[in-house]
């Protein structure tokens, strides 16, 4: 999406009208370079196939350029084509930009909020600040991605999201472009099922940590990025614990843990039901400093981003009032 403030889309929108073509036009043409069909492309847009095909000649003739080769049944986009494909998509999602500044001249009596989370902020946290914002502006639709860390943090940066919610660190190479700012926050616990030889000690010694298998949350995962950090800090190689798998979300690692499986490292909020329960034990991990026993700890903080540039609705300051109140 192209980086640009409400001011300057309605710049563009005015150069759009000077021209003589259409956002409809537009519309249709994306719909075909997309599809590369004239026939999907006006099922997708439920218009007729001679209504997308006046549009593309439309635009040829005024223009002057072929937008289009056709080939026998198929057509191939042109360099002039895919020319209009990026600015014509630009100038979409300044309207679409547009639109929502308009929608919100209504005191918040409609909108929307375009949020992404990683997994565990998601799932454990998020709601009760969603909830919230839902009781105070009931008209504001609120549409949350569920992702890992990495994909979120991408998706901000890109203007897929109002505001993007994780709980680790942003990687350097974005942060540049967003901005961030702590919003909440949780410990890493480690943790294991019943049938476990750490169940019934309850506490190990660091250097243990080497003497079991691991269940790790894949590399993108904010969980995983905290507990590598942390391991780093107490001097552990994670390359030489012995990860027997990998899995793309907490669930599927808690899952696997309660039979047995190995010890993980994850959100005490994921698993503050299933340690009551007794399905799961916090093992602590201690070290010894100036003749004392010290449990460490792992703390982490949940983030709230934002892009630097990108124009920010009324509606994602709202909420984030929201996040950074009690």
Request: contains cysteine; aromatic residues 8%.
């Amino acid at each position: 999406m192209l980086s640009i403030s409400l001011e300057s889309c309605f710049v563009l929108q005015s150069l759009l009208a000077m021209a003589r073509m259409t956002i409809e036009q537009l519309r249709i043409f994306l719909a075909v370079a997309e599809e590369q069909h004239f026939t999907r492309a006006a099922e997708m847009l439920y218009i007729t196939q001679p209504a997308v095909s006046s549009a593309i000649q439309s635009l040829e003739e005024e223009y002057g350029v072929k937008l289009f080769h056709r080939i026998g049944r198929r057509i191939e986009i042109t360099q002039a084509g895919k020319l209009l494909q990026v600015e014509a998509q630009k100038i979409l999602d300044c309207v679409a930009l547009t639109e929502r500044g308009l929608r919100e001249l209504n005191n918040f009596q409609r909108g929307e909020l375009k949020l992404g989370s990683s997994l565990t902020v998601g799932n454990y946290w998020l709601p009760e600040k969603i909830s919230r914002f839902k009781r105070k502006y009931p008209g504001i639709s609120v549409d949350c991605v569920l992702a890992n860390t990495e994909e979120i943090c991408e998706g901000t940066a890109t203007g897929l999201f109002d505001l993007g919610l994780i709980e680790a660190e942003v990687k350097p190479s974005l942060k540049s472009c967003l901005d961030f700012e702590p919003v909440g926050g949780d410990h890493l616990v480690i943790v294991v099922g019943k049938s476990h030889p750490w169940y019934e000690r309850g506490k190990i010694d660091l250097a243990e940590l080497y003497s079991t298998g691991w269940v790790m949350r894949e590399s993108g995962s904010g969980t995983q990025q905290s507990f590598e950090k942390a391991l780093e800090s107490w001097g552990v190689a994670i390359s030489n614990l012995d990860v027997i798998l990998v899995l793309n979300t907490g669930e599927m690692v808690k899952a696997v843990v309660e039979t047995g499986v190995g010890a993980t490292a994850i959100s005490e909020l994921m698993v503050s039901k299933e340690i009551q329960l007794e399905t799961l034990r916090k093992i602590g991990v201690t070290v010894e400093k100036d003749g004392l026993e010290v449990e460490l700890e792992i703390e982490r903080f949940f983030l709230s981003l934002k892009h630097k540039k990108r124009f920010q609705t009324r509606i994602a300051r709202a909420f984030e009032k929201i996040l950074n109140s009690v």
